[in-house]
């Protein structure tokens, strides 16, 4: 097989991954059993977990993810670490003639993220945030039924991870993992998706720290007021502070509301109710390693493009700003 696509790529595509963490080992996975691609390298952060990851997969180590970005034998890189690394990985790759698929955030600071963009467009490269909430079965139940509920006007999505012990990893690092709605970048996503631009928003947050960059719980609470009048929360915690879990997205409108958690929903109009279906999450990342592989070599479209994604992060800018000022700040964009 040698298909050209619109990029000049042929297949197959050959890949570096950054990360070897378990949506690095996903990722890998998927390439290995599509024939359009071709797995090369890898970097890590750790030496021993790069090694093992590379004997695992049979594949090449990089020593560090500048060194793998600027290899001649790569078409495609795809960014698995952390948070903190995503935009200067992905810039570093653009500029080095790759494509680029990082998960989200695409960067933790959006002006960082629009330079990521304005490198792909000037090198005619893609780039992709994943965001594989939007090909969930939860996400596409809602939209199918959200019609059924009339005009909308509030919009609620929990989550609470009680973890005891809180783990001593990155996702407890303020300065890799970043503030918490740009590390779980995706409760925001929904909305925005859903619901379309921002005008507003507040935000209240606190953190168990344990040392300087590190904590054992975090509690963020947003407000969201959009352009059509749409009022919505966002909750977001995780840690040693919390006994239960809890995922429920809930969505009020004038003829009815909606709740969801991941594995079941529920249309509530007046005494009547009726159960929804949700489809599993299970093989998203492999069904957006897919796509990415499709859109490359045959055109197909992909489900988002990163301005939509590099939108939703200025939002949680503002909210980062919102949380440290007290204040309401207005979303210009």
């Known amino acids: ?130 965001h594989i909430e939007l090909l969930g079965g939860l996400h596409q139940a809602v939209k199918e039924y959200l019609p059924a509920i009339g005009k909308v006007f509030y919009a609620r999505y929990i989550t609470i991870a009680p973890q005891r012990p809180a783990p001593q990893k990155w996702t407890y690092q303020h300065s890799l993992f970043g503030f918490p709605f740009v590390g779980a970048l995706s409760r925001l996503h929904r909305f925005t998706d859903l619901f379309g631009e921002v005008a507003s928003v507040t935000c209240q947050n606190q953190f168990w720290d344990t040392e300087p960059d590190f904590y054992k719980a975090c509690l963020c609470s947003a407000q969201l007021r959009f352009a059509n009048g749409i009022l919505a929360e966002s909750v977001y915690g995780k840690g040693e502070t919390f006994w239960e879990s809890e995922n429920t997205f809930t969505i009020y409108g004038e003829a009815g509301k909606l709740i969801f958690t991941p594995e079941s929903g529920q249309l509530i109009q007046g005494e009547n109710s009726q159960n929804i279906e949700v489809g599993t999450r299970r093989g998203l990342f492999v069904k957006d390693t897919t796509m990415v592989l499709d859109y490359l070599i045959e055109g197909v479209p992909l489900y988002l493009n990163s301005t939509a994604s590099l939108y939703t992060l200025k939002v949680a800018n503002a909210l980062k700003k919102a949380a440290e000022t007290e204040k309401s700040i207005a979303i210009n964009d």
């Open 1 to 130: 097989m040698n298909t050209t696509s619109r990029f000049s790529v042929t297949s197959p595509i050959r890949v570096g991954i950054v990360g070897t963490g378990f949506t690095a080992k996903l990722r890998a996975q998927a390439l290995a059993t599509d024939e359009r691609s071709q797995l090369v390298t890898v970097a890590g952060h750790r030496p021993e977990s790069t090694e093992a990851f590379s004997e695992q997969f049979q594949i090449q180590q990089s020593v560090s993810w500048r060194k793998l970005v600027e290899r001649d034998d790569l078409d495609l890189v795809i960014v698995c670490t952390v948070n903190r690394d995503h935009g200067a990985i992905a810039r570093a790759a653009l500029e080095n003639g790759k494509h680029v698929v990082v998960e989200y955030p695409l960067a933790l600071d959006a002006s960082e993220a629009e330079r990521a963009i304005a490198i792909a467009q000037q090198q005619q490269k893609l780039l992709h945030v994943e």
